[in-house]
């Protein structure tokens, strides 16, 4: 292994440590970061009726697959929701 450049002096030490120092600012160091608390958004609660069965069969789909229920009901419902549009454009 060679190197390029010659070893520094204790005095070319000394400036470098001190520069580096210089940057360091105590204030800063002695602050704890400051973290911004987690807000919830609020929901409004919403109730739908439909039969128990299918609230069990979107459970078990999601169970399976492992996406939210939210999710699996906007799949379920965007066939029918595509034909209303249509329905609607036209």
């Keep these: 292994m060679s190197?390029?450049?010659p070893p520094l002096s204790?005095?070319?030490?000394?400036?470098?440590?001190e520069?580096?120092?210089?940057l360091v600012d105590t204030k800063v160091v002695n602050q704890k970061p400051i973290r911004?608390?987690?807000?919830k958004e609020k929901q409004k609660?919403?109730?739908i009726r439909f039969?128990?069965?299918l609230l069990e069969d979107i459970r078990e789909i999601s169970a399976l697959?492992?996406?939210s229920m939210n999710s699996v009901c906007l799949e379920l419902l965007r066939p029918a929701v595509?034909?209303?549009?249509?329905e609607l454009i036209d």
């Excluded at 520069?19 to 210089?22: G, I, L, R």
């Excluded at 911004?36 to 807000?39: E, G, I, L, M, S």
């Design 36 to 39: 911004a608390r987690f807000v």
């Design 45 to 47: 609660p919403m109730m």
């Design 10 to 17: 204790e005095e070319e030490k000394e400036k470098k440590a």
């Design 3 to 5: 190197f390029n450049l």
């Design 51 to 53: 039969p128990v069965s």
């Design 82 to 86: 595509k034909k209303r549009l249509k």
């Design 19 to 22: 520069a580096f120092m210089d």
């Design 65 to 67: 697959t492992g996406v």
